[in-house]
């Protein structure tokens, strides 16, 4: 999704702004603020005070705006004695700690650590290899710094060099100096992900689908994981390499759900409701009547299968969760209760916190004051007396993962069993709505009083937000980076690659304090060594590739970053252009993964025959006239129409949308084979002739029915995965960019 067409439907309020956030009052005394002090302040913290518009031009943040923005990092800054205070408190800070909160090196490189002690005694600092494999020692450089007063005390930094040929991992640092001790978490991170290596030999190709959309007749009216595996087999026979399909994070525990997958409840933990049941093995030692109560809740559903306008995903989990409930109560063998209990362990006290949030989130709604009273958070005796009293519907939580992760291992080894070098390619959400299950469990990593989303475009006037809180960038660091590396660990756990969501949201977010216009926001800095580095360990160590989602506004500079530490992009066809005209093939990036169209468009039927105008007009979403809005498309259109004509792709006599349209697609994809790029994307939809869009940006469900749209044909009607192998339509596109990357 690029910057500028992303929607994520707010369904909940965002909390009560965190204490210490300015009054009415107070914010009306700001124009007794320095502004130099303010901007001094915002640029110690990592807060934009300007930024470059979509329309090229700069664009200054108010100050109302840098002083909400402050205190979701917890700085006070509506007075300049405040403000005073708090930059002397920000050059002092990291002189009150002895070693920093977290230290993230490159594998290979030279790299320091500060160590500060009292002035004048000496210190100590080793390292511990990850899982107690050994120990090395850090050694003091002849790095003099002048002393500070901290509080009293006269204080001095030293400086140790860390060894050069540190292993990669999750490693931990040690210091100690006249009694005193310290230990931060020291991360080392390849230098460059080399997953994508392979694919500069031999490029690949894969399907890129929204998988709750894709059924087969034995589906329960949603697209599951054995659709998943069966999808892989049925690409990879045309020589597919992988499947990249939505984010499959885990929603609302009970029905209703959020339909958008890029909203999610956590994304660490995935969706039940892709959870095939006749593939549980307990479901073969159901008693009858219990397998025939299992076999009715199916039929009842049956009729949603066959739906060809609407998904029905909360008739679908209600049935589905009748059924989870027998078969988790029915005895497991012994080996598959030693796979359960190895699932937990390895899972920790994550999935115990994600399991007691849904069990508790079954019967207290999402507004309910319980979820932001500091009396009910994690650990305190009210939360931990729930955690023994729910203690069997934990359980059922903990269980309904490890199925998940069962279903998903089966559906990437099957894909590998069938030839793909990738296989699955899962998406990760930029990040998870105000009332979720993170919101809660990492509350203490998370920006109170804020949400994130993006500034206004060409698309959004008003600018977006989605509804979404932020990582707090220092209380991340202090947690060592943990709770991302474990939602990293569990996406990629089996995985052949990702794709990152707004990957620039690594280096920088729009953040939009409670009650501000999305328009009145400010961009906050993150430490994108750190969280690119982290990254790219975890994926190197699943054997990933990483695909960032790099479009919409950024700095110049962050594409080549990216492609530095191995990162692929994206790149759109129809956004990518010189100047007036498309950019020809051979100069897309090679780093990257290059596709016609995106999920946020209509599938290229659709954009060919200019129905995202049509649509948009009906909704009231134009700027300008339906037949100026026409007029431009049409244009546009002819230019890569043009281009591709003269590629000799298409007869000099078609005009758009083209004398066929499905030759026309093809013809779109020929082109785009002739690209450097090292993955080449085919969308389910455009093999298969449907025209609606997943996602209209800028609507709501009650305009439109985002990402509940079923698989469908040129004809509206459904496609199911068992009629893929005789459509004429779905092999021949697949086979033209087969051969047009292997001839």
């Not at 990291?94 to 320091?112: D, K, S, Y």
């Not at 899962?426 to 990593?445: E, I, N």
């Amino acid at each position: 999704m690029t910057a500028s067409d992303q929607q994520h439907p707010q369904q909940s309020q965002m909390p009560a702004d965190p204490p210490g956030l300015p009054s009415a009052a107070r914010e009306a005394a700001t124009g007794a603020v320095d502004p130099r002090l303010l901007q001094q302040l915002a640029d110690a913290h990592g807060v934009g005070t300007s930024f470059q518009g979509w329309d090229g031009l700069p664009h200054s943040v108010a100050e109302e705006t840098l002083i909400k923005v402050l205190a979701s990092l917890g700085v006070q800054a509506h007075t300049n004695q405040l403000i005073e205070a708090a930059l002397a408190e920000a050059e002092l800070a990291p002189w009150r700690r002895m070693l920093p909160p977290a230290v993230v090196i490159q594998q290979g490189e030279p790299a320091q650590v500060p160590v500060h002690l009292r002035d004048g005694s000496t210190a100590e600092v080793s390292i511990t290899l990850e899982g107690g494999a050994g120990s090395r020692d850090a050694v003091q450089q002849d790095l003099w710094v002048q002393p500070r007063d901290v509080d009293g005390v006269a204080t001095g930094r030293a400086t140790f060099a860390l060894p050069q040929d540190l292993p990669l991992g999750w490693h931990t640092l040690h210091a100690e100096s006249e009694g005193v001790t310290a230990s931060t978490t020291l991360v080392v991170v390849p230098a460059r992900l080399t997953t994508a290596a392979p694919l500069e030999e031999r490029r690949g190709w894969g399907l890129a689908t929204q998988l709750y959309s894709v059924r087969s007749k034995r589906s329960w009216g949603i697209g599951d994981f054995s659709d998943l595996a069966d999808l892989g087999a049925l690409s990879a026979a045309h020589g597919a390499d992988y499947i990249l399909v939505n984010p499959l994070h885990a929603a609302e525990p009970v029905p209703p759900v959020q339909p958008s997958p890029y909203s999610p409840s956590t994304r660490r933990f995935f969706n039940p409701l892709y959870i095939r049941i006749e593939a549980i093995p307990e479901l073969a030692y159901l008693k009858p009547r219990k397998r025939a109560a299992v076999e009715k809740l199916h039929e009842e559903v049956a009729a949603l299968n066959k739906e060809g306008d609407r998904l029905d995903r909360d008739s679908v989990y209600a049935a589905k969760l009748q059924a989870l409930e027998m078969l988790y109560h029915t005895r497991r063998s012994p080996a598959r209760q030693a796979a359960f209990d190895e699932f937990c362990r390895i899972s920790g006290s994550g999935l115990d916190d994600f399991a007691l949030w849904s069990a508790i989130r079954e019967d207290l709604p999402a507004v309910d004051p319980f979820w932001s009273d500091p009396a009910s958070a994690l650990g305190t005796p009210q939360t931990e007396a729930l955690r023994e009293r729910l203690a069997d519907r934990i359980g059922f939580y903990r269980w309904l993962q490890w199925i998940c992760d069962e279903q998903l291992e089966n559906a990437q080894r099957a894909a590998l069993r069938s030839g793909m070098r990738l296989g699955v390619v899962h998406d990760l959400a930029v990040g998870v709505d105000h009332s979720s299950a993170d919101a809660w469990t990492l509350r203490d990593v998370l920006a109170p009083g804020t949400s994130v989303g993006a500034p206004p475009d060409m698309y959004n006037q008003q600018g977006q937000d989605w509804g979404q809180p932020p990582w707090h960038p220092a209380r991340l660091a202090e947690a060592g980076y943990i709770p991302f590396r474990n939602m990293l660990a569990t996406v990629l756990r089996h995985a052949g690659g990702v794709r990152v969501d707004h990957i620039l949201g690594l280096f920088r977010l729009w953040w939009i304090p409670s009650g501000n216009a999305p328009g009145d926001g400010a961009y906050v800095r993150y430490d994108h060594e750190a969280l690119i580095g982290i990254l790219a360990l975890e994926a190197q160590r699943a054997g990933a590739v990483v695909i960032g989602e790099d479009l919409g506004t950024f700095e110049p500079w962050v594409r080549d970053y990216l492609a530095a530490r191995g990162i692929l992009g994206t790149s759109i066809l129809w956004f990518e252009y010189d100047g007036d005209s498309p950019l020809a093939p051979e100069r897309y990036r090679t780093q990257a993964l290059a596709s016609v169209n995106t999920h946020d468009l209509p599938p290229t039927a659709g954009y060919l025959a200019g129905d995202h105008v049509a649509l948009r007009s009906e909704l009231g979403l134009l700027e300008r006239s339906e037949a100026e809005e026409r007029a431009e498309h049409k244009a546009s259109l002819e230019k890569m129409l043009a281009l591709v004509r003269e590629r000799g792709y298409l007869p000099d006599d078609s005009s758009a949308p083209g004398a066929s349209e499905e030759r026309t697609i093809e013809a779109l994809h020929l082109l785009l084979a002739q690209a450097p790029s090292v993955l080449l994307g085919v969308a389910l939809v455009d093999a298969v002739g449907e025209r609606r869009v997943q996602n209209q940006p800028g609507t709501t469900e009650a305009l439109y029915p985002n990402w509940q749209v079923p698989l469908g044909g040129p004809d509206g009607k459904p496609v199911f995965l068992d009629d893929l192998p005789a459509n004429a339509r779905f092999n021949s596109l697949l086979a033209a960019v087969e051969e047009a990357l292997r001839g």
